[in-house]
């Protein structure tokens, strides 16, 4: 497991396999804005400020009277937009359905991606996903129930998506290179979160919170029609890539020891106690991610008292820091493993454990500073920023 194989140099950055890396970071890119655009989108679509009429209800009128007028004013469009009453306990459901979604199909898809081709689960995902991004703002004018179903459908899509890029990297990463390889594809997710958080206050301002769904939701449509034309699942197969580079992956990849398929070994794995402990250690990493991600917008706003635009732009403030530091963990863990100065266990237990202490203990600090100050400390503090630095170097240790 910890025998690094000694490979000649292949191409590097002009290379097929980092254009991969590349549009794997759109796609994650995408799939993430998808997601937390309802955490932005939903401080305007709840605007208490304003008069509520009827749950689901437009406070002046449906939004396809204002789409079928073209000349009237980008104010009065916005006027027209539908603001709902949904309470908190409402609002927590909404944004936990996509997780719960995520949640039912990350295992099986995992597994099917061993088995078909993933090119195809992680495109439909894709696709999927971005679909129903486009019919969010329809939905919820028919109820708050279809928002719930197509948020569930939504995360099922992207627990698809998610799993699929790792069987399409294990046979496209070199050994050496995978760190590298999968931190640029991984990046996208926090790049994306500090866009949609950076702008999607200010599209709800100036064009309505729909076209927050409308425009993430086109951008995926492109990511999939690039995915499907550009994407192989192997590099045998992919007639654009030259012989050097697939020479140089054949063999890398043949240096790597192998097992034959077989039938997953379920007892072993409930009994593994190294399993729980990454189990554990990414389960607290997704809850900590998740619960900055989705209520930190709405936490700057209603009670911090900041106007939509700029509780956005506070939000996203973090993940640019952490989109930085994945690219760069993935180039240590690299160097470290090409250089012989760690074990790969090394490097995997050291970044993991970075992550997970460092980030709970800013977290925690920045929790006490928030309570004594109405400041925005949160998401505008140093030490939260350096907690995400540390906290995405566990992708590199992948």
Avoid at 20 to 36: D, G
Avoid at 110 to 117: D, T
Avoid at 328 to 356: E, P, T, W, Y
Wanted: charged share 10%; proline share 5%.
């Amino acid at each position: 497991m910890d025998k690094k194989p000694t490979t000649r140099k292949g191409p590097d950055f002009c290379s097929l396999r980092c254009g991969l890396a590349l549009i794997m970071h759109f796609s994650n890119f995408t799939m993430i804005t998808q997601r937390v655009s309802l955490s932005i989108a939903i401080i305007a679509m709840v605007n208490s400020t304003q008069q509520h009429g009827p749950s689901n209800a437009s406070t002046e009128g449906p939004l396809s009277d204002t789409l079928s007028n073209p000349n009237r004013s980008l104010k009065e469009f916005n006027a027209k937009t539908s603001v709902y009453q949904w309470s908190s306990e409402t609002q927590g459901i909404i944004f936990s359905s996509i997780n719960y979604g995520i949640i039912l199909t990350l295992i099986p898809s995992g597994y099917l991606a061993g088995i078909f081709r993933a090119k195809q689960i992680l495109g439909a995902g894709l696709l999927i996903s971005s679909l129903l991004t486009l019919f969010t703002p329809l939905a919820a004018d028919f109820g708050v129930i279809l928002v719930i179903v197509i948020r569930t459908v939504q995360g099922m899509a992207q627990g698809m998506a998610w799993t699929g890029q790792f069987t399409i990297w294990a046979k496209w990463a070199p050994p050496l290179e995978r760190s590298k390889l999968t931190s640029i594809a991984g990046s996208g997710a926090a790049f994306g979160s500090f866009i949609i958080l950076c702008v999607g206050g200010l599209i709800s301002q100036s064009l309505g919170w729909p076209f927050v769904f409308y425009i993430f939701g086109g951008i995926g449509c492109v990511c999939c029609l690039l995915w499907f034309t550009v994407i192989y699942d192997d590099p045998m197969h992919h007639p654009c890539i030259s012989v050097r580079e697939r020479e140089h992956i054949v063999s890398s990849l043949a240096q790597q020891s192998s097992s034959p398929r077989r039938s997953v070994p379920i007892k072993a794995m409930v009994r593994c106690l190294p399993l729980w402990a990454i189990f554990t250690g990414f389960f607290s990493h997704f809850w900590l991610c998740t619960i900055i991600i989705t209520y930190l917008p709405t936490y700057i706003s209603t009670v911090l008292h900041v106007n939509l635009r700029d509780s956005g732009v506070l939000s996203s403030l973090p993940f640019i820091a952490a989109s930085s530091c994945t690219i760069l963990g993935g180039q240590l863990a690299d160097f470290l493993l090409s250089r012989n100065l760690l074990r790969l266990i090394i490097v995997r237990k050291l970044f993991s454990s970075l992550d997970m202490q460092v980030s709970s203990w800013e977290s925690q600090g920045d929790l006490g500073l928030s309570q004594e100050s109405s400041l925005p400390l949160p998401p505008d503090s140093l030490s939260v920023r350096l907690g995400q630095f540390i906290e995405h170097l566990q992708v590199a240790g992948f």
